[in-house]
């Protein structure tokens, strides 16, 4: 069995959470198991929760679309979520959840190693640029280890809100000339640890 679907395994075992008790299914995430682009979004809806799919509602939609944009598919990705279980009433996740899960996303992205997490919205994105705003942030990336960190908005926000769509879309378009860049960094000497926003 893939080291992915044994966490999957151990994942759909979880109980630390109430949620847990209502999903119908658990969300872990899904794609490419040496992606190197991993989207992280907020937490399953019910559309994922029937499912046990990330992305798969009209967010999911949305999201197949931007890929496009930039030729590629959700199968070429990893797309996780923050928690992994739909949150009652699609209300937020609270951060005794978000702690909870923590580890299955840390275990996901040891596993994966991809060169750049992108965050889709304002919780994954509080988890790795902590005390900064998105409007002010998307589009940007943070280079810490050997992992780049970009912001983006959320689809789901994105999707009917014009200027925020305007961004998402542009933010995306950004992707390929930042792999390039850590592909190129990554193939060179190894770099020293650093931590410096970059605008791309
Ligand atoms: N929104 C998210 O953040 N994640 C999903 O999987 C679906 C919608």
């Known amino acids: 069995m893939s080291p992915l679907n044994e966490l999957y395994g151990q994942i759909a075992l979880c109980q630390k959470c109430e949620i847990a008790k209502f999903r119908t299914?658990?969300?872990?995430?899904?794609?490419?198991?040496?992606?190197?682009?991993?989207?992280?979004?907020?937490?399953?809806g019910w559309h994922e929760d029937q499912q046990g799919r990330p992305f798969v509602g009209p967010a999911g939609q949305f999201l197949d679309k931007?890929?496009?944009?930039?030729?590629?598919?959700?199968?070429?990705?990893?797309?996780?979520?923050v928690i992994k279980c739909?949150?009652?009433?699609?209300?937020?996740?609270?951060?005794?959840?978000?702690q909870n899960c923590r580890p299955?996303?840390?275990?996901q992205i040891e596993i994966i190693k991809?060169?750049?997490?992108?965050?889709?919205g304002r919780y994954s994105m509080a988890m790795y640029f902590?005390?900064?705003?998105?409007?002010?942030?998307?589009?940007?990336?943070?280079?810490?280890?050997?992992?780049?960190?970009?912001?983006?908005?959320?689809?789901?926000?994105?999707?009917h809100q014009q200027s925020l769509r305007q961004a998402i879309e542009?933010?995306?378009?950004?992707?390929p000339k930042i792999l390039a860049?850590?592909?190129?960094?990554?193939?060179?000497?190894?770099?020293?640890?650093?931590l410096n926003m970059f605008e791309v």
């Open 104 to 107: 299955w996303l840390d275990s």
């Open 170 to 175: 542009a933010d995306m378009l950004k992707i």
């Open 114 to 120: 991809p060169k750049i997490i992108v965050t889709l």
């Open 86 to 98: 739909r949150p009652t009433n699609n209300r937020d996740p609270l951060p005794a959840e978000m």
């Open 130 to 159: 902590p005390g900064k705003s998105i409007s002010k942030i998307h589009g940007t990336a943070q280079k810490r280890d050997d992992i780049i960190y970009y912001a983006m908005y959320h689809p789901a926000a994105a999707l």
């Open 25 to 44: 299914k658990v969300v872990p995430g899904e794609g490419a198991e040496d992606a190197d682009i991993m989207f992280i979004g907020e937490a399953p």
């Open 66 to 81: 931007l890929l496009a944009t930039i030729n590629l598919n959700r199968q070429q990705v990893y797309i996780a979520n």
């Open 181 to 194: 860049e850590a592909t190129n960094v990554q193939e060179a000497e190894p770099q020293p640890q650093q």
